[in-house]
């Protein structure tokens, strides 16, 4: 049976060799990886190809709880693909053994304090912008657009499919600009 191992980082400016080199020592023949948020698996191309594949007997070896999912929901889905298809999971950092209802009470506690850590630092980043906002120093990101190119362009005549092509903008963006003067 396959030890199939799985790593992933939420930026590419994270360092993933890390845990690719622990998949290694763990005995991962396979190793998958992704480097996208684990708030969920949309666009997780490695993970779901893991999942696609996996087959009676493999075991999906990850270093850590927290880099397979951030969400509870999203945890206990992947588990249930895994179980589904007869298949085992470990962390390598962690003791996580699903067989049993210690190690299954355990997992979850590990995915509820990855989702709690997700949701404190959103809380945090709201405080910070907030903070940042009442002195006057967080403005938002600048326009895309640039409005008076828009109007000029459309005072000369141009119309809102050439002007959005002139600026490479979506023609709904030069539409709305548009109805709001």
Known sequence: MTRIGYARTSTVEQNIEVQIAALETAGC????????????????????????????????VVTRIDRLARSVKDLQDIVATIKGKGAFLEATEQPVDTSTAAGK?????????????TNLRRE????????????????????????SSILRMKSEGLGPSLIAKKLGVARSSVYRVLEEQ
């Open 105 to 117: 009470a355990f997992f979850d506690m590990l995915g509820v304090f990855a989702e709690f850590e």
């Open 29 to 60: 023949v396979t190793i998958r990886s992704d480097q996208k948020s684990g708030t969920s698996r949309d666009g997780r191309e490695g993970l779901n190809t893991i999942l696609d594949f996996m087959r009676e007997g493999d075991t999906l």
């Open 124 to 147: 945090r980043q709201s405080e910070g912008i907030e903070a940042a906002k009442a002195r006057g120093v967080y403005k938002g990101r600048k326009p895309s657009l640039d409005r």
